[in-house]
Nanobody
């Protein structure tokens, strides 16, 4: 099983990016999946989490109203649309899934993508 994240880059404050996370070897819809990020010198933090089959959605307070998670089951891919980006959003972003079928939380994710760097300039 594998997750492949992509879509990071350099953007000015106020701009937008869309991150993608494609799965292989398993069907993403059956599992909880989330986006996490780690800024330089800081601990990794959760950004958003979606339960299996989209059973629930949760966003960190710092991104509510600006970031949107979505699933494309036909492509076995999830996305993170990031709007109104701020310099403090600069981080390596990871997607990660909980490999237990029907999982509905992201506190036990065990399949990680490789990370994609998002840099927001002021």
């Amino acid at each position: 099983v594998q997750l492949q994240a992509s879509g990071g880059g350099l953007v000015q404050a106020g701009g937008s990016l869309r991150l993608s996370c494609a799965a292989s070897g398993f069907t993403l819809d059956y599992y909880a999946i989330g986006w996490f990020r780690q800024a330089p010198g800081k601990e990794r933090e959760g950004v958003t989490c979606s339960g299996s089959s989209g059973s629930f959605m949760a966003y960190a307070d710092s991104v509510k109203g600006r970031f949107t998670f979505s699933r494309d089951n036909a492509k076995n891919t999830v996305y993170l649309q990031m709007n109104s980006l701020k310099p403090e959003d600069t981080a390596v972003y990871y997607c990660a899934a909980d490999s237990r079928v029907g999982s509905d939380a992201c506190n036990a994710v065990d399949v990680w993508g490789q990370g994609t760097l998002v840099t927001v300039s002021s």
